[in-house]
DNA sequence: TCCGTTTTCAAACTCTCGTTTGAAAACGTA
DNA sequence: TACGTTTTCAAACGAGAGTTTGAAAACGGA
């Protein structure tokens, strides 16, 4: 494997998610792009038959990468108390905030996204935000046992934006007036705090 | 007053604000301002010397709008009991739900600055932002009186946060697989919810 | 009414964008 | 090695962007 094709593809692949979470799609040239990855202008009609393809493959891999970290620990807190599997889940979705790696990039991808989701984004989420939506909704259903469905929906919801509120912002809300640096203790102790509220919100003790 | 060329000038103003809360900064063309204001494609330059400083004046506005729709109601909820208080803000931080005005075209301006923010906003955000921070700050502390200056900040941003989730990905949320239709009546729902939820996350009865 | 200033206008200019082209190079297989 | 295929490359294309231009029109005080 590793055909020297491959490796073109590859280079792309990986100047794309930078530049494309960094300054969005739009703002995104395909000439920075080339530039980056060091390959000919050509290479990514030939090889993602156009700007649209190569993002469409980029939103692939990250939204592959922001989930299957939850999705691979469903069995795991499955077994848990509920109160351990929530706090777990908070933690993990806090996770872009204590390390600068491909989860802060994929994250920051879903960003651009949220204001004006192009088709391709609609299209993705429409298909495989299901099992991580289920997943949420499960964890929630066991705080609220009796709740209906689209109760159970906007708590899935409400959980997921208490944390990607920080993970959001965070560079704003390093800066004034708010002045809230995040190390990797400070982490912790948020998720701790947020599994807290949220627990006593949804009726725990 | 209003002399003919100040009518052009505030029809630009009008046109770009929707057009850029719409779309977007670079997505949003001065051909397509100048098309649904109705003037000239100079006239941009020659009012504004530019787009980008058209932008500027569209975010000064917006900006204004918001702090003062926001601080207008400080004083009404100050008197209020907590709980009201907090029931009070939540629906109002929901509005943009359930209207579509210049408040909702204002919040939207902001979140496409929000992604990545131009040196203008940032500079307008460390500003004059503190005031609606300290209204927020305020309210939690209501709740939680004895909890130190970083707890309170980040539950003013845990609070923001679950109602701005709702608002930023309303869209998204109306399709599948989350398929939550928020119409004026389920809007008042999710408020309450909302409200009950923080409430006793934040250990009220 | 007259005249200097302000404002509008259609057209063109320059730049960057994503994509296409056709040939050259590299590759893999017999 | 020889040959068909895959992959790279420099160059150019057409469309759309923001801006500039210079003249025409509208305005406003004397």
Known sequence: MTRPSDITRDRILKAAERLFAERGYDATSVR???????????????????????????LRTAFRG????????????????????????????LH???ARDEASRYMRIFNWETVRPTPVFRKLMSEEAAPFMGLTVDLV???????????????????????SVFVRNREQLAGPPVALELDDMAVDWLAQLLSRWTMRGLGAA
């Open 32 to 58: 920075a792009i080339v530039a980056r990855a060091r390959v000919n202008q050509a290479a990514i009609n030939y090889h993602f038959d156009g700007k649209e393809g190569l993002y469409r493959e980029v």
């Open 66 to 93: 922001l989930t299957e970290d939850q999705l691979a620990h469903a069995d795991d807190t499955a077994g848990l108390p509920r109160e351990e599997a929530l706090a777990a889940f908070v933690r993990r979705q």
């Open 96 to 98: 872009p905030l204590s």
């Open 141 to 163: 259903r066991r705080f609220l046992p009796e709740a209906d469905q689209r109760s159970l929906m906007v708590a899935a919801i409400w959980l997921i934006g208490q944390c």
